[in-house]
């Protein structure tokens, strides 16, 4: 038995410790707004955060995180209002929209650990994310606009 706390529930788990994270939260929660892509951690679209730092929930076991506080998109805000997700929706950042959960996740945990990202701090922190549509310029103006509201994360 494996107990997560998942958007301030707490969740006990009857399955194998070796279940990626991914799979528990689509499977056996039914969050379904963390995104399959690559399975190995190199796409971001299954960005969660774990304690508030964003980890690929597709490549880490639940063995591992026993215990341990998950944040999932869902969690972020129930209403869409997380000023992550207004300045995504200010500025019309989705294209077709898949990666963006896991995108918003990243940024968000960017900017609750450093509300005044250079550009070279956007760039690193949203590296491991990928954009098959290619919103990236879009996505770097959204965190700046966060950063310049100085709005709380």
């Excluded at 997560?4 to 990626?20: C, G, I, R, S, Y």
Aim: net charge negative; proline share 5%.
């Amino acid at each position: 038995m494996i107990t997560l706390t998942v958007n301030q529930k707490t969740h006990t788990f009857d399955a194998d410790e070796n279940m990626p994270l991914l799979w528990a939260l689509r499977d056996v929660l039914q969050l379904s707004g963390t995104k399959y892509g690559c399975g190995k951690g190199l796409c971001g679209a299954c960005t969660v955060h774990l304690d508030g730092v964003a980890i690929r929930s597709c490549s880490i076991p639940l063995s591992a995180l026993d215990g341990q506080a998950i944040t999932t998109i869902e969690g972020l805000s129930v209403d869409g209002s997380h000023p992550v997700q207004q300045a995504w929706q200010d500025i019309n950042v989705p294209q077709c929209g898949y990666c963006q959960p896991g995108q918003i996740m990243s940024a968000a945990a960017l900017l609750a650990h450093n509300a005044m990202p250079s550009d070279d701090d956007i760039d690193n922190a949203m590296s491991g994310n990928i954009c098959r549509c290619g919103t990236y310029p879009r996505i770097k103006q959204a965190i700046k606009n966060v950063a310049k509201s100085g709005q709380e994360q």
